[in-house]
Each structure stands twice: as C-alpha cells, then as structure tokens.
C-alpha cells in the first residue's frame, strides 16, 4: 500500500513537472508568435532594414544567421566528431583521460561570453581575421563543441561491443570497422549533439557581438571575411540602442519569431537525417 502511494506520488510530481515545462513553453512560443506574425510579411523577408530600422526587411539578418550557424557546424562537427572517436577507441583508459573528459563537459558550462572574448583575442586580432563571419563562425565552433563531443562521445560508446568483434572477426581493421560499423551506427546520437549545437549557435548574441556582427548594413555578406547583420545580434539592437522604440519593438518579436523557425527548420532537417539513419539501424 505505502508503495502504491508512493509511485502515484512520484507519477504526480513527474506529470506537474511535464505540465510546467510545457505552460512555459508554450507560454513564449505564443507570446512571440502573436507579436511577431504581425509584422511578417514577403517584403519583411527578403528586403533589406530601412528608415532608421524602421521599415524593410530583415533579410541581411537572416543570411547572416545562417552563415554563422552552418559555418560553425561546419568547423565544429569534424573536430568534435574526431576528438570522441579519440576518446572512445584509442586513448589509453588512464586519469589524463579522464581529467581531459572532465574539462570538456565543465567547458560546455562556460558563459558564452567568455568565448567571445576569446574570439576577440585569437581569431579578431591574433589571427587578424577581423569582425567577420569566419571569426564568428569559428567562435560560435568552440562555443559548441563540448556539447557535440560530448553526445559523439556518449553515443560511441552506446554502440554494441558485439558489432566491433563481429567486423575484427571477418577481418575488417580497426579503423574500418569505426568508418563502417561504429560511427553509422551511432550516427543518430551524434546528429542530437548536432541539433542542441545548431540550436544555441543560432541564438548566441554576445560571441558574435565581439567577433562577427555589424549594428547595420544595406549589403549581404559578400566572403567569409565579411562582417555581417545576425538575428539575435539584431534584436538585441532594436530593443536596446533603436530610437524609434514603438516601431523597433515589433520588428524585434518578427526577428524573434524567424529566428525560432529558422533552427526549426534547421534542426528538423538534421532529425530527418537522424531517424533516416536510425531506420537503417532497427
């Protein structure tokens, strides 16, 4: 009887806790799709910001946000991806190992502002890339990349001992049986790594405000050495610095809103891929 109490306790908190999360949820998503559907329009997504960014359109914004989200996808997904193969199938089982894990999950907790300055450091003036896309999209790499070994690292792990022997046993090399049997089949845990990175490099604002991002332009991004408009950078803007509050405010909730559906589309491109994979896998 006090074990039956007890699991419909446990099973009442865990639903209040669902119900919780859900009601905030879907509390914000509703409170910036009733403020930014409103100033949606085709010419508010293809036309560029005018009159003082009170008019026009957003659309350097949004060529901007995707320059930086793939390039750091692109910098970060083959480094981080290496690095767990390391961890997982070559490095010796010792306490450097262990200590080098530790330090890139605590990196993952790391305020993004930290990584701007580092970027601001290495990439902006070290490396004289200045404010530009490429110093962005590296920074924005760094930034995710504990996230992505870390979802590599524990979906490497999660593939069977049993499917490593079966490949050593028809004679297959080590590193062919990771490039064919290992890493297609942990390749959906991996892609979540992918879509928790798309998802906070998209929405990052204070990495890019040090290495790539302009308060202003009427021009598209034009090479990596560009710097460029970007969403979260861009709303930021309007609500702090605009001059024309009224007006700024609701194109900050229409860039809020093509944000969000922007990784959506983004993120539900990459659980396509995911379960595609996993299919061939069941």
């Not at 997504?45 to 901007?64: C, E, F, H, Q, Y």
């Not at 907790?109 to 990584?115: D, E, I, K, L, M």
């Not at 999209?137 to 979802?151: D, E, K, M, Q």
Request: proline residues 5%; glycine residues 8%; aromatic residues 10%.
């Amino acid at each position: 009887m006090k074990a039956e109490i007890t699991q419909k306790i446990g099973f009442f908190l865990l639903i209040a806790a669902l119900a919780i999360t859900i009601l905030f949820l879907g509390s914000i998503l509703y409170f910036i799709t009733v403020n930014g559907v409103k100033v949606l329009s085709w010419q508010f997504l293809t036309d560029i910001p005018r009159k003082a960014m009170t008019a026009g359109g957003v659309a350097p914004a949004i060529v901007g946000t995707l320059y930086l989200t793939l390039g750091s996808i692109l910098f970060s997904l083959p480094l981080g991806l290496i690095t767990a193969i390391y961890l997982v199938e070559y490095s010796p089982k010792n306490i450097i190992v262990n200590i080098l894990r530790m330090s890139i999950n605590n990196l993952a907790g790391v305020p993004s502002v930290v990584f701007g300055l580092f970027g601001l450091a290495v990439f902006v003036k070290f490396f004289g890339f200045g404010v530009s896309i490429l110093a962005g999209s590296l920074t924005l790499s760094i930034l995710i990349l504990p996230n992505i070994i870390s979802a590599s690292y524990e979906a490497l792990v999660a593939v069977p001992r049993s499917l490593r022997e079966a490949s050593y046993a028809l004679g297959a090399t080590q590193w062919q049986t990771i490039k064919n049997i290992v890493v297609p089949t942990a390749l959906p845990g991996i892609l979540t790594g992918v879509i928790l990175g798309i998802g906070r490099a998209a929405g990052e604002t204070a990495p890019i405000l040090f290495t790539a991002a302009t308060f202003y332009t009427n021009r598209y991004p034009v090479s990596p050495m560009s710097e460029c408009m970007a969403l979260p950078y861009h709303i930021y803007a309007l609500m702090t610095e605009g001059t024309h509050p009224d007006q700024q405010k609701m194109i900050a909730f229409g860039c809020a809103l093509i944000l969000l559906l922007l990784v959506l589309c983004i993120s539900a491109l990459a659980i396509y891929l995911r379960e595609k994979q996993r299919r061939k896998y069941v």
